[in-house]
C-alpha cells in the first residue's frame, strides 16, 4: 500500500492525525516531497477549521481600536447598537432583555452574549462575574487559544516556518498557494502573512480569481479594515456569485453597523441562490437584533421551509411563541428539537417551563429534575431560578425561597435571583433585607428594570424619597414604557414641588 | 439531528481490521443474469474481494437479514483494491466485468455462474480477462465510451502524481500529465461532451476534452508510453473555481434533469452547467462524506443524498432538504441499488465495513435518554429527612455567619525551639539591608510531629517586616505516624526600621486523611537581642517615659542579664540598647521610688524594651510567690508623639494616591496618542506626525518616573507603617497600665485601635481606626442615649487624618473617665479617674462633642479648620510641651493641639511639586530628534502594507 495514497485516504475521511503522522514521515524521508508537504498543511488546518463566517465575537480591543466613523445617534430601526423601539415584540416586562437592550434570543451565537461597552474603561469596570474574572474580552483571546492548539500538535516547533518563507514564489503557484493560506490563516492564525500571502496571490492570478479577494477581505475583516474588506468582496461578487462573499460582506455591514444594508445584501444573494438557509439566517438574525421580532420569525420560518432541521430556527420561533402567550406552541417546537435529538439542559428548561404555562403540571417536575440531572455549573443557577419561578407560581413560598437561595449558591451573580429573594424578603417584613437584595440585584444588572422599580417602590415607602426618584429613573432608563415607574416619579415630583 | 432513522434491510459486517473508502463499494449485475437484479461489489485495502446477492426473506419479525448465501464470491488478492467498477470492458462481449484497481495493477475479470441442481449449489468463479502493470501508484480511475464509441468501455487511471493513462480495453493507448497537478482530485467522464471533469489542486472544476488530451502528444512518430516524462500541456476547455477542495463528482444524465455536474466540496456543494457555469450551490452546515445523485419526480430539479459525518443521510431536492434520516455508521460511500424484493433501496459502506441496505421509512430515531436515579420512594423516609433538612435551614438561617466547627485534634503537632543564644556565624551577613551594621542572626528548631501519617506538608514562615528568616517555605513529602521531623530556621533583622512585635509564625498546610485541608500553627517568640545591641546609656533624649511599680526597684543588671555588653560593671541604674541601625533606648530604675523610666529620641523605638522590661520584672519579681506584682503607668498619654506618627504615615499614603492618579491620567494621555498615532499610521495617505511620537516617548518617560516614584513612596510608607505599628502597640500598652484593663478589655483595646497597618487601595489604618473607635465613642463609650445612633459611613480615604486623632483622643478621654471597653463591667473607681485627667478636662461630660464650643481644648479638638486660622495670630500653649519636662509629677493630658503647623494647602502643594519634580519634562526631549525620525520611518515602514 503506498502510503502517499493512505494517507490521502485518511484524509479524505477525516482522519487528519493519521494524516499528518503519515505525511511527517513522508518529509523525514524527502523533505521536497510537495504532495506530502500540501496534504500536511491541510490535514493540519483541517484539524483547527472553524467557519469564519459563524466567528464574530466582538472584544474590548476591538471595539476601543476601532476608529470607523460610525454615526453614534442613528435614527431607530437603522442601527444594532441602538435597537428600535419595535414593533409586534412582546414589551420589555415580558421577554427579558440582555444588556445591550435586545431581547434574549433563543439560540446562543458567538455575539449574543456580549454586550458593547462604550469606553476601555467602562469595559474593564464591567462586572466580573463568577464565570469570568474577566470582563468579556475580545476574540483574539478566542482565536490564541485556537492558535496555541495547533502548537501543541507539533511539539519541535511549528511546522512552517512562515518568517522564512518566499512568498511571492509560493504565491505563483496556484495549486501550493490555496492551502498554504488556508494554513497560515486558520491554524498559524497569523493574519498579517496571510493577507501577504493573498495580495501576492491575486496578483499573481490577475485578479481573475474571486477566492483569493475573499480571502483578502477576510483578513482585511479580521485587521479590521472594514472598507478594504467590502470593497474586495463587492469586487467577488462581481466576479462571480458566491454564497460566502454574500455572507463576508453581510457581516461587514453588520460590523460597521448597517443592517439595513446587510439585510439588503442577503437579499441579493438570495436572489442568486434562492432558498439558501444560510442567507436567511442572516436576514432574521439582523431583524431580531433590531427588536423587530415579526420579521424574524417570518425569515426562521423561510428557513425551516428549506431546511425543516434547522435547530436554531426552530428554537428562536419556540421563543418567540413563548414570549407571546403561546406555550403550547412553543412545546410543539420544543418537543420536535428533543426527538431530533438535541438533549441538554437548556432544552428541558425551556420544556418545563413552557409544561408550566401550558398547564402541564405532571410533566413540569420532570423535565426540571431533567435539566437539573444534566446541568452543570454554568447552568445549574437558571435552571434553579426557573424551578424558583414555578413554586411562585403555585404559592410555595417556602420552596421558591430555597430554589432562590440554590440558584445563588451555584452562580453567586444571579440577578434575578436576587431580586425575587428581594420581593420575599419584604413579604416577610425583612425590610433590611429586601433592600440589600435589591441593591445587589440592580448593581450586578442595571439593564432590568426590576430591581430598580423595586427598590424605588420600598424607598418610598420608607420615606427615604431622593433614592427612591433616583432607582425610578434608573428604571425607566432600562425600559421606556414601564408605566409603575412612571407613575412613581410623577408621584414623588409633585410631592418634591410641594416641598 | 434527524427525526428518523432509515429501516434496516440487510446488513451485514465485513471482515475484521478491514478498511474501505470511497471507490471500494459498486453495484452492479455482474454475473449478467437475466433478471437484472444488482449485486454488491466489496474490495477492501486488505485486498479480498466479495460479492454479495442480498435476498432476506420476509418474517414475522421483520427481515431475516443476512444469510451465509448470500456471499456469491469472496476472493483474497494479493494487493489492495482501491477501486473497483462494472463496466462493458471486454472487447469480446457487451457483458459487464469487472474492473480491479491495485495500487501498480489494473485487472479486468470477468464473473461466472455455473449453476447446480438446486439454489445453494450454485458456484461463482472469478476469471481474469486482462491486466495492465502500472508504471506509476494509481490514485483512482473513470470508465466510460471514450470518443464516443458505442458498447465499450475504455478506462482512465489517474496516478497520485496527477498523470492520467488510457487504456483502450486490451492495449494501452496514452498517457499524459494534467497541469498543475499536486494531489489528484476525483475524476469523472461526461458522455455527452467526451471531456473528463476533475478538481486540481488550485481549487478548480477543470474540463478537459478527450481530443484535446489525445492531440496532445509530445511528437506524432514516438511511440506512447506509460513512462512519461514530460509533455505538452494540454489545454482545458473550462474552469471553474471552488474554492475548496471536492470530496466527489457525479455527472447527472437524467432524462427529466438538465445535464449538469455536481461537485461535492469539503463545505458546499456545487450544481455546475456542462458549460461551467454555477446553477446553484448549497452551504453545507455539516461536514458532508460523499454524496449521490439520482433521477427525481419533480421535472427539472435533481435529487441527491448526501451522508455526513455526523451519521445521517440527507435526502435533497435541489437546495431543499426533503428527508433525513440517521444511519448507523458514518458510510464513506452510498449506492442505489434494486434488488428481488426491495427496489431502489440505499447501500452504504462505512469505513470500518459495516454494509448496510437500508430504505426511508418513519421509524423514529429514538434516543433514550438515560433514566434518572429512578428508585421506590420511600414516602416516610422522605418525610422525615425532609423535617430534618428544614429545621437545619431553619436553624442555619438565623445565624447569618456560619462559623466552622474547629476541631483539636489535630493530625500534626508543631514545636518551636529556640536558642539561647545567638548564631555564633550570623547568617545575616549577605541578605541583611542594614548598612554599618553586623547584624546577627537566632537559630529556631521547628518540630513537627505526626499522628498519623500525613503527606504533602506545607510549612510556611511567617515573619513581620522588618524581620526575616532564612527561609519562607518547606515541602515535605510525607510524615509517618508517630514520627517527627526537625526543621532549622534562621531569623534576623533585615530592613532598617523598627520592629513592632518579635514573634514569628510558623503554619503547616496538609491534607487530612478525608482531603480536607488542614493548618496546624505555631508562634515562635524571638529575643530582644535579636533586633537590639547593649550600648552606654544616653543621658538626655526627647521622648521619656515613667512606669510606677508596687515593688522596690531591682538592679538592672538583674533582669536584663543577657543585654548588658560594657555596661556588666555599671551599678544596674542605667542601660542602654540600641536597635540595629536605629536608635538608642535608655531604661533607667530610680533607687529610691519603684519606678523605672524609658527614654529615647524617637518614640515609637520605646515599645519593645517597655515590653521587655515588663515582661522581665514580672518574672523575676513573682519567681516563686503569688503574681502580686504590678506595673502601672501614670504619666499622661504621649498622644501627641503618637499622632505625629499617624500624621506621617497618613501622608505617605496621600502621596501613593496622589501619584496613582498622575499614572492614571498619564495612562490615558499615552492611550490617546497612541490612538491618534495609529490613525495616522493607518492612513492611506501617509501624513506628517505632528511631533505626536516625541509626546508619546516623553509620556512613556513619565510613565516610568512615576512608577519609580511610586515604589520609592512605597518602601517609605511601609517603613511609617512599621513605625506606626510599634508606636501603635505602645500606645496600646501605656492605656492598658494607666487603666489597669483586665485582658479581655486590652483584647478589644487591640482590635480597636489595631496595631496590624495594612493598607491597600480600598482602605487603610486610618480609616479603619476611625471606624473602629467611632462605633466605640457610639455604643459602649457613648455618653448618652443620643449618641448610640449606628449609622456607619463607608470607608473612604479620608482628607486628613484630624477625623481619627480627634477621636482616639476622646475615646482615651472617655477612658480616663472610667467607662469600660465592655459593657456590663462596673464602672472604674473615682480615684483611677481622677488620677489621669487633668482639671480643665470638661469637655466631653456633656457627650456630644459640638455643643461645648466655650471651652478651648474641646476646639482644639473639634474645630480645627476654624483653629488653624486662629493659630496664626497667637500659638496657644502646646500641651505636649508640658509632658517631658514635668514627668514625675505632670498633671496635664496630653490633648491633640494641632495636627499640621504650616496648614494644608502648603502641604499640598509640597507633595504636588515632589511629584512634578520627578516627572521630566518635556521640553529636555527636544535633543532627541535624531531617535525620532528613526521611529518615525520605522514604524512606517510597519504599516505601509
Not at chain 1, 60 to 84: C, F, H, Q, W, Y
Not at chain 1, 423 to 450: D, K, N, T, W
Not at chain 2, 626 to 643: C, T, V
Not at chain 2, 731 to 736: C, F, P, S, V
Amino acid at each position: 500500500m503506498d502510503p502517499m495514497f493512505l494517507a490521502y485516504s485518511y484524509f479524505r475521511r477525516r482522519k487528519y492525525q493519521k494524516c499528518d503522522e503519515i505525511c511527517s514521515q513522508l518529509l523525514e524521508k524527502n523533505p521536497y516531497d510537495q504532495s506530502a508537504w500540501a496534504l500536511k498543511t491541510r490535514a493540519l488546518t483541517g484539524q483547527v477549521y472553524v467557519d469564519e463566517v459563524d466567528v464574530d465575537e466582538e472584544g474590548i480591543a476591538e471595539m476601543v481600536m476601532d476608529d470607523n466613523a460610525i454615526a453614534t445617534v442613528a435614527r431607530p430601526g437603522t442601527s444594532l447598537r441602538k435597537p428600535g423601539t419595535g414593533q409586534g415584540l412582546p414589551s420589555q416586562g415580558v421577554r427579558p432583555v440582555t444588556n445591550s437592550g435586545r431581547p434574549v434570543s433563543g439560540f446562543v451565537r458567538p455575539g449574543t452574549q456580549s454586550g458593547r461597552p462604550g469606553t476601555m474603561e467602562q469595559a474593564i469596570r464591567t462586572p466580573r462575574t463568577a464565570h469570568t474574572a474577566r470582563p468579556v474580552t475580545s476574540a483574539s483571546g478566542r482565536f490564541v487559544r485556537l492558535g496555541t492548539a495547533s502548537m501543541l500538535s507539533t511539539p519541535d516547533g511549528p511546522f512552517i516556518n512562515l518568517a522564512r518563507l518566499n512568498f511571492s514564489k509560493y504565491a505563483a503557484r496556484p495549486n501550493l498557494a490555496k492551502a498554504l493560506f488556508e494554513y497560515i490563516f486558520h491554524h498559524e492564525n497569523d493574519v498579517r502573512n496571510a493577507l501577504e500571502l493573498a495580495s501576492l496571490a491575486t496578483e499573481a492570478c490577475q485578479f481573475k480569481d474571486w477566492w483569493w479577494k475573499v480571502q483578502l477581505a477576510k483578513c482585511y475583516y479580521r485587521l479590521g479594515m472594514f472598507r478594504e474588506s467590502e470593497s474586495q468582496l463587492k469586487s467577488a461578487i462581481k466576479q462571480q456569485e458566491m454564497i460566502d462573499s454574500f455572507l463576508y460582506l453581510g457581516k461587514v455591514y453588520v460590523r460597521l453597523d448597517q443592517p439595513l444594508r446587510a439585510v439588503d445584501i442577503y437579499k441579493q444573494g438570495l436572489e442568486k441562490f434562492p432558498g439558501e438557509t444560510t442567507l436567511l439566517t442572516g436576514i432574521a438574525r439582523i431583524h431580531e437584533g433590531l427588536n423587530e421580532m415579526d420579521d424574524a420569525v417570518k425569515f426562521y420560518k423561510d428557513v425551516l421551509h428549506f431546511d425543516n432541521m434547522h435547530v436554531e430556527a426552530i428554537a428562536c420561533i419556540a421563543t418567540h411563541h413563548f414570549y407571546t402567550d403561546q406555550p403550547e406552541v412553543a412545546l410543539k417546537f420544543y418537543r420536535r428539537l428533543l426527538q431530533m435529538g438535541v438533549y441538554n439542559t437548556e432544552l428541558f428548561n425551556n420544556l418545563g417551563l413552557c409544561c408550566f404555562y401550558a398547564q402541564q403540571y405532571d410533566m413540569t417536575l420532570t423535565c426540571f429534575e431533567r435539566a437539573l440531572s444534566l446541568a452543570d455549573d454554568t447552568t445549574s443557577g437558571d435552571v434553579w431560578f426557573n424551578i424558583g419561578h414555578v413554586a411562585l407560581g403555585i404559592g410555595d413560598v417556602n420552596l421558591a425561597y430555597q430554589c432562590f437561595r440554590m440558584s445563588l449558591a451555584s452562580n453567586n451573580d444571579h440577578a434575578e435571583a436576587y431580586n425575587n429573594l428581594g420581593v420575599l424578603e419584604l413579604r416577610r417584613g425583612h425590610i433590611e433585607e429586601a433592600r440589600a437584595f435589591f441593591q445587589a440585584s440592580f448593581v450586578l444588572a442595571p439593564h432590568m428594570y426590576e430591581p430598580h422599580y423595586n427598590f424605588a417602590a420600598l424607598a418610598d415607602q420608607l420615606g427615604d424619597l431622593q433614592s427612591s426618584y433616583n432607582a425610578a429613573k434608573r428604571a425607566v432608563d432600562a425600559y421606556e414604557g414601564h408605566v409603575d415607574s412612571k407613575e412613581l416619579i410623577q408621584q414623588l415630583k409633585q410631592h418634591f414641588t410641594l416641598l | 439531528m434527524s427525526l428518523f432513522k432509515t429501516r434496516d434491510w440487510w446488513s451485514v459486517a465485513i471482515g475484521e481490521d478491514e478498511e474501505f473508502d470511497h471507490g471500494c463499494l459498486c453495484i452492479g449485475n455482474i454475473d449478467n443474469n437475466p433478471d437484472n437484479v444488482d449485486k454488491i461489489i466489496i474490495g477492501s485495502f486488505h485486498g479480498i474481494l466479495r460479492i454479495y446477492n442480498p435476498h432476506p426473506t420476509k418474517t414475522e419479525n421483520g427481515w431475516s437479514g443476512y444469510k451465509v448465501e448470500d456471499v456469491m464470491v469472496e476472493q483474497a488478492f494479493q494487493l489492495p483494491i482501491l477501486q473497483i467498477e462494472v463496466g462493458k470492458f471486454s472487447s469480446v462481449t457487451e457483458n459487464l466485468q469487472l474492473a480491479v484497481l491495485h495500487p501498480r495493477k489494473l485487472a479486468i475479470y470477468s464473473v461466472k455462474a455455473i449453476s447446480g441442481t438446486v439454489e445453494h449449489g450454485q458456484q461463482y468463479q472469478i476469471q481474469k480477462l486482462y491486466e495492465h502493470n502500472l508504471q506509476r501508484t494509481t490514485y483512482n480511475f473513470c470508465y466510460g465510451p471514450f470518443g464516443g464509441i458505442k458498447g465499450k468501455d475504455f478506462i482512465c487511471v489517474q496516478s497520485m502524481d496527477g498523470t492520467v493513462s488510457f487504456f483502450e480495453q486490451e492495449s494501452f493507448a496514452f498517457s499524459r500529465f494534467l497541469p498543475g497537478a499536486l494531489l489528484p482530485g476525483p475524476l469523472k467522464y461526461v458522455p455527452r461532451l467526451d471531456s473528463f471533469i476533475t478538481v486540481s489542486s488550485s481549487w478548480h472544476v477543470e474540463c478537459y476534452k478527450y481530443q484535446s488530451i489525445a492531440a496532445a502528444s509530445q511528437s506524432p512518430g514516438v511511440d506512447e508510453t506509460q513512462n512519461i516524462k514530460s509533455g505538452k500541456k494540454i489545454v482545458v476547455d473550462w474552469t471553474f473555481s471552488i474554492g475548496e477542495a471536492a470530496l466527489d463528482i457525479n455527472v447527472i444524465a437524467f432524462p427529466q434533469a438538465p445535464s449538469s455536474i455536481l461537485v461535492l466540496g469539503e463545505r458546499n456543494l456545487y450544481c455546475l452547467t456542462e458549460g461551467g457555469l454555477l446553477r446553484y450551490m448549497s452551504k453545507m452546515e455539516f461536514d458532508p462524506c460523499c454524496f449521490l445523485p439520482y433521477g427525481s419526480m419533480t421535472e427539472g430539479t435533481i435529487n441527491y443524498i448526501v451522508a455526513t459525518t455526523t451519521k445521517s443521510l440527507l435526502v435533497y431536492q435541489d437546495v431543499t432538504l426533503k428527508w433525513a434520516a440517521k444511519v448507523e455508521h458514518c458510510p464513506v460511500q452510498v449506492k442505489v441499488a434494486n434488488f428481488q424484493d426491495l427496489k431502489g433501496s440505499i447501500v452504504t459502506l462505512s469505513d470500518d465495513g459495516h454494509l448496510q441496505c437500508s430504505y426511508l421509512g418513519t421509524d423514529p430515531a429514538i434516543f433514550i435518554p438515560p433514566a434518572t436515579d429512578a428508585r421506590d420512594l420511600n414516602y416516610k423516609a422522605m418525610d422525615a429527612e425532609m423535617e430534618k433538612l428544614q429545621k437545619k435551614i431553619r436553624e442555619k438561617a438565623h445565624k447569618a455567619v456560619i462559623t466552622p466547627n474547629l476541631k483539636t485534634d489535630d493530625d500534626l503537632q508543631i514545636t518551636v525551639h529556640v536558642n539561647q543564644h545567638l548564631d555564633d556565624g550570623s547568617s545575616a551577613t549577605n541578605d541583611a539591608q542594614i548598612p554599618g551594621e553586623k547584624v546577627p542572626s537566632i537559630t529556631a528548631r521547628i518540630v513537627l510531629k505526626a499522628k498519623t501519617l500525613v503527606e504533602n506538608i506545607h510549612v510556611d514562615i511567617h515573619t513581620s517586616r522588618p524581620l526575616t528568616s532564612s527561609q519562607h517555605s518547606f515541602t515535605l513529602s510525607s510524615l509517618e505516624s508517630g514520627k517527627s521531623t526537625e526543621l532549622l530556621v534562621q531569623f534576623y533583622m533585615k530592613y532598617c526600621s523598627l520592629p513592632s512585635t518579635l514573634s514569628a509564625e510558623v503554619s503547616a498546610k496538609y491534607p487530612s486523611a478525608t482531603g480536607a485541608p488542614r493548618v496546624a500553627t505555631a508562634k515562635i517568640k524571638l529575643p530582644l537581642k535579636l533586633v537590639m545591641k547593649p550600648v552606654f546609656p544616653v543621658k538626655n533624649a526627647e521622648h521619656k517615659l515613667t512606669i510606677d511599680t508596687n515593688k522596690p526597684p531591682v538592679s538592672l543588671n538583674d533582669i536584663f542579664p543577657d543585654l548588658l555588653g560594657e555596661n556588666a560593671g555599671s551599678a544596674g541604674a542605667a542601660l542602654g540598647f540600641q536597635f540595629f541601625g536605629g536608635p538608642v533606648v535608655t531604661i533607667l530604675a530610680s533607687k529610691s521610688s519603684q519606678r523605672y523610666r524609658l527614654q529615647c529620641d524617637q518614640f515609637e523605638a520605646m515599645w519593645l524594651p517597655l515590653k521587655d522590661l515588663v515582661g522581665r520584672l514580672t518574672s523575676h519579681l513573682n519567681r516563686g510567690r503569688s503574681g502580686d506584682f504590678k506595673a502601672s503607668f501614670d504619666g499622661s498619654l504621649p498622644l501627641q508623639e503618637y499622632f505625629e506618627l499617624i500624621e506621617a504615615h497618613f501622608e505617605y499614603r496621600m502621596n501613593a494616591v496622589k501619584c496613582e492618579e498622575m499614572l492614571g491620567q498619564r495612562a490615558s494621555q499615552f492611550r490617546v496618542i497612541q490612538r491618534r498615532l495609529l490613525t495616522k499610521f493607518k492612513d492611506k495617505t501617509p501624513s506628517p506626525l505632528q511631533n505626536l511620537d516625541t509626546l508619546l516617548e516623553g509620556t512613556y518617560r513619565q510613565l516610568l518616573a512615576l512608577a519609580d516614584a511610586i515604589e520609592d513612596n512605597n518602601q517609605a510608607q511601609n517603613n511609617t507603617s512599621d513605625n506606626l505599628s510599634s508606636g501603635t502597640n505602645l500606645l496600646n500598652y501605656l492605656i492598658k497600665l494607666w487603666l489597669d484593663l483586665t485582658e479581655e478589655e486590652f483584647s478589644v483595646l487591640t482590635s480597636v485601635i489595631t496595631p496590624i497597618v495594612n493598607d491597600n487601595h480600598q482602605h487603610g489604618w486610618e480609616e479603619m481606626v476611625d471606624a473602629a473607635v467611632t462605633h466605640l465613642l457610639r455604643t459602649v463609650l457613648a455618653k448618652t442615649a443620643k449618641d448610640t445612633s449606628i449609622n456607619p459611613a463607608p470607608l473612604t480615604i479620608p482628607s486628613d487624618a484630624s477625623k481619627v486623632k480627634k477621636h482616639i483622643a476622646l475615646m482615651c478621654d472617655r477612658l480616663g473617665k472610667g467607662c469600660r471597653l465592655i459593657e456590663g463591667l462596673r464602672e472604674r473607681s473615682e480615684h483611677k479617674q481622677k488620677l489621669p485627667a487633668p482639671k480643665k478636662m470638661n469637655i466631653t461630660e456633656n457627650g456630644t462633642i459640638n455643643e461645648t464650643p466655650e471651652s478651648r481644648p474641646v476646639d482644639n479638638i473639634v474645630n480645627m479648620k476654624y483653629n488653624e486660622n486662629k493659630k496664626k495670630k497667637k500659638l496657644p500653649p502646646l500641651a505636649g510641651d508640658n509632658i517631658s519636662t514635668n514627668m514625675f509629677d505632670s498633671e496635664t493630658f496630653g490633648l491633640p493641639v494641632t495636627d499640621i503647623p504650616d496648614g494644608d494647602n502648603f502641604n499640598e502643594k509640597r507633595r504636588q511639586k515632589k511629584i512634578e519634580a520627578i516627572v521630566p519634562n518635556l521640553d529636555d526631549m527636544d535633543n532627541q530628534d535624531d531617535d525620532r525620525n528613526i521611529n518615525q520611518t520605522d514604524s512606517q515602514a510597519l504599516f505601509a502594507l
